[in-house]
T-cell receptor, first 118, second 113 residues
Framework: AQTVTQSQPEMSVQEAETVTLSCTYD???????LFWYKQPPSRQMILVIR??????QNATENRFSVNFQKAAKSFSLKISDSQLGDAAMYFC???????????????FGKGTLLTVNP | DVKVTQSSRYLVKRTGEKVFLECVQD?????MFWYRQDPGLGLRLIYF???????EKGDIPEGYSVSREKKERFSLILESASTNQTSMYLC????????????FGPGTRLTVT
Protein backbone atom coordinates (compact mmCIF):
# COMPACT_ATOMS: atom_id res chain seq x y z
CA ALA A 1 0.00 0.00 0.00
CA GLN A 2 1.11 3.52 -0.72
CA THR A 3 1.93 5.93 2.06
CA VAL A 4 2.44 9.69 2.03
CA THR A 5 4.44 11.48 4.70
CA GLN A 6 4.50 15.19 5.44
CA SER A 7 7.12 15.69 8.11
CA GLN A 8 6.30 19.33 8.91
CA PRO A 9 3.03 19.68 10.84
CA GLU A 10 3.41 23.47 10.85
CA MET A 11 5.41 26.03 8.90
CA SER A 12 5.52 29.79 8.87
CA VAL A 13 6.77 32.31 6.33
CA GLN A 14 7.00 36.07 6.06
CA GLU A 15 4.89 37.73 3.45
CA ALA A 16 6.77 38.00 0.11
CA GLU A 17 9.26 35.31 1.14
CA THR A 18 9.61 31.78 -0.23
CA VAL A 19 8.68 28.61 1.64
CA THR A 20 9.06 24.93 0.80
CA LEU A 21 6.75 22.23 2.10
CA SER A 22 8.08 18.67 2.14
CA CYS A 23 6.40 15.46 1.10
CA THR A 24 7.74 11.94 0.70
CA TYR A 25 5.88 8.88 -0.43
CA ASP A 26 6.35 5.19 -0.68
CA UNK A 27 5.15 3.10 -3.62
CA UNK A 28 6.17 0.13 -5.69
CA UNK A 29 4.47 1.53 -8.78
CA UNK A 30 6.36 3.30 -11.54
CA UNK A 31 3.50 5.37 -12.89
CA UNK A 32 1.36 7.57 -10.68
CA UNK A 33 0.18 11.10 -10.00
CA LEU A 34 1.09 13.42 -7.18
CA PHE A 35 -0.97 16.36 -6.02
CA TRP A 36 -0.81 19.27 -3.64
CA TYR A 37 -4.15 20.43 -2.26
CA LYS A 38 -4.81 23.58 -0.27
CA GLN A 39 -7.49 23.92 2.39
CA PRO A 40 -7.93 27.54 3.57
CA PRO A 41 -9.57 28.06 6.97
CA SER A 42 -13.27 27.19 6.76
CA ARG A 43 -13.11 26.92 3.01
CA GLN A 44 -13.16 24.18 0.43
CA MET A 45 -10.13 22.11 -0.48
CA ILE A 46 -8.77 23.01 -3.89
CA LEU A 47 -6.07 21.61 -6.13
CA VAL A 48 -2.85 23.62 -6.20
CA ILE A 49 -0.68 21.60 -8.54
CA ARG A 50 -0.40 18.14 -10.12
CA UNK A 51 2.62 16.13 -11.29
CA UNK A 52 2.65 13.07 -13.51
CA UNK A 53 5.41 10.68 -12.49
CA UNK A 54 6.43 9.97 -16.09
CA UNK A 55 7.22 13.65 -16.67
CA UNK A 56 10.71 14.72 -15.74
CA GLN A 57 9.85 18.40 -15.86
CA ASN A 58 8.64 19.85 -12.60
CA ALA A 59 5.12 21.27 -12.65
CA THR A 60 4.61 25.00 -12.16
CA GLU A 61 1.49 27.04 -11.55
CA ASN A 62 2.20 30.75 -11.17
CA ARG A 63 3.90 31.18 -7.76
CA PHE A 64 3.65 27.46 -6.96
CA SER A 65 6.19 24.94 -8.18
CA VAL A 66 7.25 21.46 -7.22
CA ASN A 67 10.55 19.69 -6.89
CA PHE A 68 9.82 16.13 -7.95
CA GLN A 69 12.59 13.64 -7.24
CA LYS A 70 11.29 10.28 -8.41
CA ALA A 71 14.22 8.18 -7.28
CA ALA A 72 14.12 9.73 -3.83
CA LYS A 73 10.28 9.57 -3.79
CA SER A 74 10.16 13.19 -2.81
CA PHE A 75 7.62 15.82 -3.91
CA SER A 76 8.10 19.23 -2.30
CA LEU A 77 6.01 22.34 -2.91
CA LYS A 78 7.64 25.74 -3.22
CA ILE A 79 5.58 28.86 -2.75
CA SER A 80 7.28 32.02 -3.97
CA ASP A 81 6.36 35.58 -3.00
CA SER A 82 4.08 34.29 -0.25
CA GLN A 83 0.81 36.13 0.24
CA LEU A 84 -1.55 36.30 3.18
CA GLY A 85 -4.06 34.31 1.15
CA ASP A 86 -1.64 31.39 0.99
CA ALA A 87 -2.26 30.66 4.66
CA ALA A 88 -3.90 27.26 4.72
CA MET A 89 -3.49 23.58 5.43
CA TYR A 90 -1.62 21.92 2.58
CA PHE A 91 -2.00 18.26 1.77
CA CYS A 92 0.19 16.12 -0.41
CA UNK A 93 -1.61 13.24 -2.15
CA UNK A 94 -0.80 10.21 -4.29
CA UNK A 95 -2.86 8.39 -6.89
CA UNK A 96 -2.05 5.38 -8.99
CA UNK A 97 -2.02 5.90 -12.75
CA UNK A 98 -3.89 2.70 -13.36
CA UNK A 99 -7.59 3.33 -13.54
CA UNK A 100 -10.19 1.11 -12.02
CA UNK A 101 -11.43 0.04 -8.62
CA UNK A 102 -9.44 1.25 -5.67
CA UNK A 103 -6.89 2.99 -7.88
CA UNK A 104 -9.20 5.96 -8.18
CA UNK A 105 -8.64 6.89 -4.58
CA UNK A 106 -6.18 9.45 -3.27
CA UNK A 107 -3.82 8.69 -0.42
CA PHE A 108 -3.20 11.84 1.61
CA GLY A 109 -0.47 12.95 3.95
CA LYS A 110 -1.43 14.39 7.32
CA GLY A 111 -1.01 17.95 6.18
CA THR A 112 1.16 21.00 6.87
CA LEU A 113 -0.39 24.10 8.37
CA LEU A 114 1.16 27.17 6.75
CA THR A 115 1.03 30.52 8.49
CA VAL A 116 1.92 33.69 6.57
CA ASN A 117 3.13 36.57 8.73
CA PRO A 118 2.60 40.14 7.53
CA ASP B 1 -17.04 25.07 -12.74
CA VAL B 2 -17.49 21.83 -10.94
CA LYS B 3 -19.67 22.15 -7.94
CA VAL B 4 -19.86 19.68 -5.09
CA THR B 5 -22.39 20.48 -2.41
CA GLN B 6 -23.06 18.90 0.94
CA SER B 7 -26.41 19.05 2.67
CA SER B 8 -25.21 20.62 5.92
CA ARG B 9 -22.19 22.62 7.09
CA TYR B 10 -22.81 21.83 10.74
CA LEU B 11 -24.75 18.98 12.29
CA VAL B 12 -25.32 17.97 15.91
CA LYS B 13 -26.71 14.52 16.63
CA ARG B 14 -27.19 12.33 19.68
CA THR B 15 -25.51 9.01 20.29
CA GLY B 16 -27.46 6.20 18.66
CA GLU B 17 -29.20 8.35 16.07
CA LYS B 18 -29.15 7.42 12.41
CA VAL B 19 -27.40 10.15 10.46
CA PHE B 20 -27.51 10.89 6.74
CA LEU B 21 -24.93 13.08 5.04
CA GLU B 22 -25.77 13.99 1.47
CA CYS B 23 -23.45 15.00 -1.33
CA VAL B 24 -24.37 16.18 -4.81
CA GLN B 25 -22.10 16.94 -7.77
CA ASP B 26 -23.13 18.65 -10.97
CA UNK B 27 -20.42 17.56 -13.42
CA UNK B 28 -21.57 14.07 -14.34
CA UNK B 29 -18.55 12.59 -12.56
CA UNK B 30 -18.22 8.83 -12.38
CA UNK B 31 -16.44 8.69 -9.03
CA MET B 32 -17.53 9.97 -5.66
CA PHE B 33 -15.77 9.72 -2.32
CA TRP B 34 -16.39 10.22 1.38
CA TYR B 35 -13.51 11.18 3.66
CA ARG B 36 -13.28 12.10 7.28
CA GLN B 37 -10.76 14.69 8.40
CA ASP B 38 -9.35 14.75 11.91
CA PRO B 39 -6.55 16.94 13.28
CA GLY B 40 -3.20 15.23 12.98
CA LEU B 41 -4.63 12.39 10.92
CA GLY B 42 -5.24 14.10 7.60
CA LEU B 43 -7.96 12.77 5.32
CA ARG B 44 -8.98 9.16 5.55
CA LEU B 45 -11.17 7.48 2.96
CA ILE B 46 -14.37 5.95 4.29
CA TYR B 47 -16.07 4.72 1.10
CA PHE B 48 -16.05 5.50 -2.56
CA UNK B 49 -18.19 4.76 -5.56
CA UNK B 50 -17.05 4.46 -9.16
CA UNK B 51 -20.50 3.97 -10.67
CA UNK B 52 -24.13 4.11 -9.73
CA UNK B 53 -24.94 1.45 -7.15
CA UNK B 54 -21.27 0.45 -7.01
CA UNK B 55 -19.29 1.05 -3.86
CA GLU B 56 -16.01 0.04 -2.32
CA LYS B 57 -14.74 0.24 1.21
CA GLY B 58 -11.99 2.68 1.93
CA ASP B 59 -9.57 2.64 4.81
CA ILE B 60 -12.03 3.18 7.67
CA PRO B 61 -15.50 1.87 6.69
CA GLU B 62 -16.49 0.52 10.09
CA GLY B 63 -19.64 2.16 11.42
CA TYR B 64 -20.55 3.67 8.06
CA SER B 65 -22.50 2.71 4.97
CA VAL B 66 -23.17 4.50 1.69
CA SER B 67 -25.77 4.73 -1.00
CA ARG B 68 -25.55 5.85 -4.61
CA GLU B 69 -28.85 5.49 -6.38
CA LYS B 70 -28.21 8.32 -8.84
CA LYS B 71 -25.00 9.35 -10.48
CA GLU B 72 -24.95 12.83 -9.00
CA ARG B 73 -25.74 11.89 -5.42
CA PHE B 74 -23.70 9.98 -2.85
CA SER B 75 -24.94 9.53 0.69
CA LEU B 76 -23.00 8.59 3.80
CA ILE B 77 -24.99 6.87 6.52
CA LEU B 78 -24.08 6.47 10.16
CA GLU B 79 -26.41 3.69 11.28
CA SER B 80 -25.97 4.41 14.98
CA ALA B 81 -23.89 7.50 15.62
CA SER B 82 -21.21 7.34 18.28
CA THR B 83 -19.11 10.06 19.87
CA ASN B 84 -15.97 8.82 18.08
CA GLN B 85 -17.64 9.71 14.80
CA THR B 86 -17.49 13.38 15.70
CA SER B 87 -15.44 14.76 12.83
CA MET B 88 -15.34 16.81 9.63
CA TYR B 89 -16.74 14.86 6.68
CA LEU B 90 -15.66 15.76 3.17
CA CYS B 91 -17.26 14.59 -0.04
CA UNK B 92 -15.38 14.64 -3.34
CA UNK B 93 -15.95 13.68 -6.95
CA UNK B 94 -13.77 13.02 -9.96
CA UNK B 95 -14.25 12.17 -13.61
CA UNK B 96 -12.22 8.98 -13.47
CA UNK B 97 -10.22 9.94 -16.54
CA UNK B 98 -6.42 10.11 -16.57
CA UNK B 99 -4.84 12.31 -13.96
CA UNK B 100 -8.14 13.80 -12.92
CA UNK B 101 -8.30 15.83 -9.78
CA UNK B 102 -10.83 15.34 -7.05
CA UNK B 103 -13.22 18.22 -6.41
CA PHE B 104 -14.27 18.67 -2.83
CA GLY B 105 -17.39 19.88 -1.13
CA PRO B 106 -17.32 22.40 1.74
CA GLY B 107 -17.50 19.71 4.39
CA THR B 108 -19.93 18.82 7.16
CA ARG B 109 -18.79 19.21 10.72
CA LEU B 110 -20.64 16.54 12.65
CA THR B 111 -20.80 16.56 16.42
CA VAL B 112 -22.21 13.52 18.18
CA THR B 113 -23.14 14.12 21.82
Amino acid sequence: AQTVTQSQPEMSVQEAETVTLSCTYDTSESDYYLFWYKQPPSRQMILVIRQEAYKQQNATENRFSVNFQKAAKSFSLKISDSQLGDAAMYFCAYRSEFLGGSNYKLTFGKGTLLTVNP
Amino acid sequence: DVKVTQSSRYLVKRTGEKVFLECVQDMDHENMFWYRQDPGLGLRLIYFSYDVKMKEKGDIPEGYSVSREKKERFSLILESASTNQTSMYLCASSSGQGGDEQYFGPGTRLTVT
